[in-house]
């Protein structure tokens, strides 16, 4: 009797720390893409996972250890647009693929890769939230999309999956990327009611791109105020990007304050890597990046086109009725 | 208030799809109306892939000129890929019929499309542009456009 009741209190204390461990794993893991790294001229099923909820909106809850467990009410994602922005572009020439040494690039988007827009599209497929649209540029080109609807609780992170194709991006022949990622500006919504700039992560997480390498005009971006407790990573002093950076002074109002720091995603973007097929499309001989491996180059979609299109509108070319911003 | 919600969603999509050269309209179709200057020329690029047919071996295009026809004013459409190009005229304009088809082999990747006309005035055309396999079998096709004139 007394070893059946121990049998079952090891195993429920052991069911017990496994669903904290899941919840811990699930507090700190970030919006991402399904299928991250794609080769190239290849279309690909994938999707968003929107991977935990808000902060806590009483900010009992604060710094790292909080659980990010208010229900996520919808998503709007933008992919880089080359047709009608002209997206920030580096390229890396000896990191060897950590992506830490990206040197700004005045070249067009063409000279790397193709298509120029319509990198991720919106498949319909009836999951989970009841109502979606794509979004587009001015010539009606697939920039993106939302989804929205219903609250999942996330008292225990769960995923949220929205699903998209990403396209058969093609790598320039003549170019020296051996590839080509594509960092995503992402919005997970958890408080409707917060417009912009009153946002902080209880009420939306921004896991947003910030173009902080050599060259790019206006570096380095960041908090007004830097954030000397994220040793790890680093806030250098410095002005927005975009509208939609993702500042917050850990509970609720965020943006602008004295004490603002960057939020959760603060320059955590979910990426789609594409990598160049080196036996179709083999590097010219004259590349010399990485020892002769190619350049990886990271395409950052505009501040224009992110605060034009991050927020979320009835309509796909941001008119209509508007819902988010 | 979610049925206000979704009504709204279902119109715009609706008003989306009656605007012309938009990569939502009919599948590999796509219409407009080429500004009356002579120069005026519409641009895009058609992204060909393997979708699980196979790869792409050729585009084949073909324009409508859907305007009533004018003496000397005709509707051509172009595509690029590789140094490479061809070209097709819809030689009676208004008829209901298109061009004759052209094919141009590039395989997979980005071919660039374009129309233009043969004079000044307003032309409503419509294009088809399908990617196939070397057994003519339908393959990925995705468009996006770079420029209306």
Redesign the interface.
């Known amino acids: 009797m007394t070893r059946s009741i121990k049998i079952k209190r090891t195993a429920f204390s052991s069911i017990s720390a496994v669903v904290v461990l899941a919840a811990s794993q699930g507090a700190f893991a970030h919006t991402r893409l399904e299928t991250a790294t794609v080769p190239e ?3 690909v099923h994938n999707a968003l996972n929107v991977s935990h909820g808000c902060a806590d909106p009483t900010g009992a809850l604060a710094g790292e250890g909080a659980l990010k467990n208010q229900p996520t009410r919808g998503t709007t994602v933008v992919f880089p647009n080359a ?1 009608s922005y002209l997206p920030i572009i580096g390229v890396d020439s000896t990191s060897d693929g950590k992506g830490t040494a990206k040197v700004y690039t005045p070249n067009k988007a063409d000279a790397y890769y ?5 990198i991720g ?1 919106l498949i319909h497929t009836g999951g989970p939230w ?2 979606t ?2 979004k ?1 540029d001015a ?4 920039d993106g999309f939302w989804a929205g609807g219903a609250p999942y609780d996330q008292t225990i992170s769960t995923y949220v999956q929205v699903a998209f194709y990403s ?2 991006v ?1 790598i320039a022949p003549t170019s020296c990327a051996r590839s080509v990622t594509f960092e995503l500006a992402v919005a997970d919504i958890c408080d409707l009611t917060a417009k912009s700039p009153n946002i902080g992560d209880a009420q939306a997480l921004f896991w947003s791109p910030i173009p902080n390498f050599e060259g790019v005009p206006g570096q380095p971006f960041g908090a007004g105020v830097g954030d000397p407790a994220r040793a790890n990573n680093p806030v250098p002093v410095g002005p927005k990007f975009s509208n939609y950076d993702g500042w917050s002074n850990g509970d609720k109002v965020g943006m602008g304050a004295a004490t603002a720091k960057a939020g959760d995603g603060w320059n955590s973007p979910a990426t789609l890597k594409v990598t160049r097929d080196l036996v179709k499309n083999p590097l010219p001989a004259s590349c010399t990046g990485n020892a002769g491996k190619g350049d990886d180059v990271y395409i950052y979609p505009s501040a224009e086109q992110i605060n034009k299109e991050l927020p979320v509108w ?4 941001q008119t ?2 508007n819902y988010w911003k | 208030m979610k049925n206000t919600v979704l009504k709204k969603i279902l119109l715009s999509t609706a008003i989306l799809l009656s605007a012309g050269f938009s990569s939502i309209t009919l599948a590999h179709s796509g219409g407009a109306t080429l500004g009356a200057d002579a120069s005026a020329t519409d641009l895009a690029s058609v992204t060909c892939y393997d979708d699980g047919n196979g790869p792409a071996d050729h585009l084949l295009i073909a324009v409508e000129d859907g305007s009533a026809p004018i003496p000397g004013l005709l509707v051509n459409m172009q595509a690029f890929k590789d140094n490479k190009m061809t070209n097709v005229t819809d030689p009676v304009s208004g008829d209901g019929n298109s061009s004759p088809e052209a094919m141009l082999r590039g395989g997979n990747g980005d071919y660039r499309i374009s129309v233009n006309k043969t004079n000044t005035g307003l032309r409503d055309f419509e294009v088809t542009f399908h990617c196939e396999t070397s057994n003519n079998i339908h393959t990925g096709t995705d468009i996006n456009v770079l420029q209306v004139q």
């Open positions: 001229a290849t279309r047709i193709t298509p120029l827009a319509g599209q009841d109502y649209n794509i587009v010539l009606k080109n697939k396209a058969a093609t009835s309509n796909p070319d209509g009725s």
